[in-house]
Every structure is written in C-alpha cells, then in structure tokens.
C-alpha cells in the first residue's frame, strides 16, 4: 500500500507488474516489427543518448590526440590525416577495375553496368559495434543531417559490409553482411553466375544457397555486387568461395565465403550514394547516329523503287508477245483466194 496525499493505493503484486510489463513489451515490439511505429521514437532517443556518448568517448580521443602530439609536428599531423581519409576513398574506386576487366572478358556490354557507380561518398567513424549473440550491427557517426537514407550501401577500402537499416538525426544503425537477416544478389566474377549471399550470424563467414551441383562455381571464386534489385551497385567485391560440400542426398551445394571487407577492423566505414540514373549518358550517345542512318534508310528504300519500272519493262515483253500472234492474221491477205479472181476474166 502507498500513501500520497492522504490517499492509500494499493500496488499490484510482482506477478501482475511482471506480466503487464510483458505484455506492453511485446505490443511494442509486435508494432514495431509490423508497422514500424516506433521509428521516430528511437529516432529521438539518439538525440538524447548522443551527448552521453560523446562524453563517454572523450578519454579516447583525448588519449589518441596525447598520442598524435609527441608523434609529429600539427602540419604533419594535418597531412596525415588527409591522407588517410582520402585512402579508403581510392581503395573504393579501385574496386571497380576487376569487376570491369571480367566483364571486357566475357565480351559484355560495360557502358550498361559501369554506369551504377556511386556519385557521392562520406567517410563516417564508428561508435559503437554490437556485441548481441548473433546480430552483426554497428552504429555510425552520422545521421539524417548528414543525407543517410534506410538502405544505403556501407563499403570500406576492401569490400561491402552492410548497409544502413535505421537513420537517427546525429547518428545510424547499419546491419552488416554477416548477420543472420541480411542477404545481398552476387554474382561470380569470373563467368557471372548470379547468386543470393545471405549471413550467418558468424562474424565472417557468408552462405551460398540456392546452388544445383552443376553451377559452375569454384573455391577461390570472387563474388561481387550484381546490381540486381538497386540496392547495391554492381562490381563491388562481396567475399570469397572458401569451402564447396556437394552432398548427395541434398538438392543444392553448401557454399561458404569469407567477407572480403574487414568487418572488425577499423574505425572508418564509407557510405556510397549510387547512381539513379537507369541510362547512363555513354549509352545514349549512339542513339545520335543512329536518327541519321534512319533517314538514309528511306532515300535508299525509294531508289530501288525507280529501279522497279525498268523491271515492270519485261511485262511489256509479254505484251508484244499478242502482237506477235496478232501479225499471224497478215497471212490472211495473203492467202491464195486473191489469185482465183484474177483468173477468172483468163477462160
């Protein structure tokens, strides 16, 4: 029993607390999960909990700015750390090379698939990384005023990792390529076998499902974005075949890859915004051409047609062909009924 102001009420049991507060976590989660209601809430509540995790991450970085001061003069130091953050920015660009030289190989249309490359990039620190039984997540150092949107590619200097599943203002929540709900299209770089990776729940390891024993699909394969489904762009490398198990009382191969991104390394992670444009302008260059040879088309269909008359000209032959018949009547005037008259006045 409480009092307050004079007033006794009586408090529920344990028992009735412990299943009232059971049953509202699991609407909320049931609301949560459905509708995704809550959203904007947890949205705010990175707001809040931001500047606890700044302070909590001050001895960190004051220790690392300890660390850099004795290392080096401020300009090296402000050299250095351009240099670093341009790196994984060119390590991505260079993703790209081996994609395209498989694709050159196989005699492909590289105007068509080179053109989903990302048209804008951000480097962003992590804060924090998830330490939940088989949930692979991480929290990035930037939000919704920073354009992140739900589903964004999350890549680093050597592969994808993820992408971003929930946009606060100050900061994001991205799965990475390993955690259990989280699948991503593939396809082999070395002759385009198209396939789903889907994770694991370990922290590097990924599944290949979905594949008959007569795929042809090695160990050592590299397997790379497709672009299938617009969420990721095509070319950018995914993991690498470690172990191949054909077994014969199942319908599919048992594929294991490795992540070719270092998903526990690191402190930076790259967030792409890949192209939107479903025609890339290199691939609308020969439709200029090609309006030209269609109006040559027409002078070229009407020369043909003059040369049609001379060839009506072997009718006419059948024409003269009567007349030849008709010249058969001129016998008729010649005939030997003309002779006998004048024979006549002869007795």
């Known amino acids: 029993m409480l009092q307050i102001a004079g007033l006794q009420i009586r408090v529920p049991s344990n028992l009735t607390r412990f299943v009232l507060f059971a049953l509202l976590s699991v609407a909320l989660m049931l609301l949560d999960k459905r509708g995704h209601h809550l959203q904007n809430i947890r949205a705010g509540l990175t707001v809040v909990f931001a500047p606890i995790q700044l302070i909590a991450a001050v001895p960190v970085r004051a220790g690392g700015a300890v660390v850099d001061f004795f290392r080096g003069d401020t300009a090296q130091r402000e050299e250095l750390e351009r240099l670093r953050k ?91 390529i390993t955690d259990p709900d989280h699948a991503i299209p593939v396809q082999v770089n070395r002759n385009g076998l198209r396939a789903v990776a889907f994770g694991t729940g370990d922290a590097d390891t990924v599944s290949i499902r979905y594949l008959t024993a007569s795929a042809d699909i090695r160990e050592g394969d590299l397997l790379v974005s497709s672009g299938l489904g617009g969420g990721f762009p095509f070319g950018y490398p995914v993991a690498k075949v470690v172990k191949i198990v054909n077994n014969p009382n199942e319908s599919f191969l048992d594929i294991v890859a490795t992540p070719v991104a270092q998903l526990g390394h690191h402190k930076e992670v790259l967030l792409i915004w890949p192209s939107k444009s479903t025609t890339p302008p290199a691939a609308r260059k020969p439709e200029a051409p090609l309006k030209p040879a269609a109006t040559k088309k027409p002078p070229e269909a009407r020369q043909p047609a003059p040369s049609k008359p001379p060839a009506a000209s072997p009718p006419t032959a059948p024409t003269a062909a009567p007349t030849g018949p008709a010249a058969t009547p001129k016998p008729e005037p010649t005939p030997a009924p003309p002779s006998p008259p004048a024979g006549e006045p002869m007795p």
């Open 86 to 176: 341009e790196r994984p920015l060119l390590f991505a660009r260079l993703e790209k090379y081996e994609a395209l030289a498989a694709e050159n190989a196989h005699l492909r249309q590289l105007l068509g698939t080179s053109a989903l490359v990302a048209d804008k990039a951000l480097a962003a620190e992590l804060l924090e990384v998830a330490s939940e039984p088989f949930r692979r997540t991480i929290v990035i150092a930037k939000g919704a005023k920073d354009g992140l949107y739900v589903g964004q590619p999350v890549i680093d200097a050597f592969g994808i990792r993820g992408q971003v599943t929930e946009v606060g203002v100050y900061q994001s929540r991205a799965i990475l």
